[in-house]
T-cell receptor, first 115, second 113 residues
């Protein structure tokens, strides 16, 4: 099993450009999520999904779109990149637990720089 | 909104010294999880605590969940260079069915020989 696979690992964008960060998991996890990690701020939840066709916002959703057409894939789209979106992005997945007992498996991360 | 704070933000120790990081939530948590992230790596799950006052051990690591389920700690005995990394606690949001994890700000541990 590959686990959670993120692509690309590194990306440099200019302000205003768009791009999609890809995330795929082969563990049949219902739950998938995107976090961004910035120095001194820990991991902040951007969007999450509890199944195909279902998405919801996290703490910092502005500037990002997601969709979940299959169980395996959960892409994160930046429609018009801004320097404030320079960060390391992690995709994470888990089985759905009762009462919030999800244990997350993280991808290796995607480092994005917006100039 | 729900906040999870960790202290200290950084800790430098000599190899063999003990290390403790503390996690405090603004709300009562149904459970708390701990993750470790090596430099340049991704967070990896260590343990989950569910019961009030629960204590769990993994070799030199001891995890505690507070009686009020609003705080937790991770203690490492006799640190080694392999313990280097950032340790995060995480708790489920009260809203959203508990499917959203709020992460603490993390404690970065450096171990010097």
């Amino acid at each position: 099993n590959a686990g959670v696979t993120q692509t690309p690992k590194f990306q440099v964008l200019k302000t205003g450009q768009s791009m999609t960060l890809q995330c795929a998991q082969d563990m049949n996890h219902e739950y998938m999520s995107w976090y961004r990690q910035d120095p001194g701020m820990g991991l902040r939840l951007i969007h999450y999904s509890v199944g195909a066709g279902i998405t919801d916002q996290g703490e910092v959703p502005n500037g990002y779109n997601v969709s979940r057409s299959t169980t395996e894939d959960f892409p994160l789209r930046l429609l018009s990149a801004a320097p404030s979106q320079t960060s390391v992005y992690f995709c994470a997945s888990s089985f759905l637990g009762q009462g919030g007992t999800n244990v997350l498996t993280f991808g290796a991360g995607s480092r994005l720089t917006v100039l | 909104g729900q906040q999870v704070m960790q202290i200290p933000q950084y800790q430098h120790v000599q190899e063999g010294e003990d290390f403790t990081t503390y996690c405090n939530s603004s709300t009562t948590l149904s459970n708390i999880q701990w993750y470790k992230q090596r430099p340049g790596g991704h967070p990896v799950f260590l343990i989950q605590l569910v019961k009030s006052g629960e204590v769990k051990k993994q070799k030199r690591l001891t995890f505690q969940f507070g009686e009020a389920k609003k705080n937790s700690s991770l203690h490492i005995t006799a640190t080694q260079t392999t313990d280097v990394g950032t340790y995060f606690c995480a708790g489920p949001w009260v809203t959203g069915g508990g499917n959203k994890l709020t992460f603490g700000t993390g404690t970065q541990l450096k171990v010097e020989l």
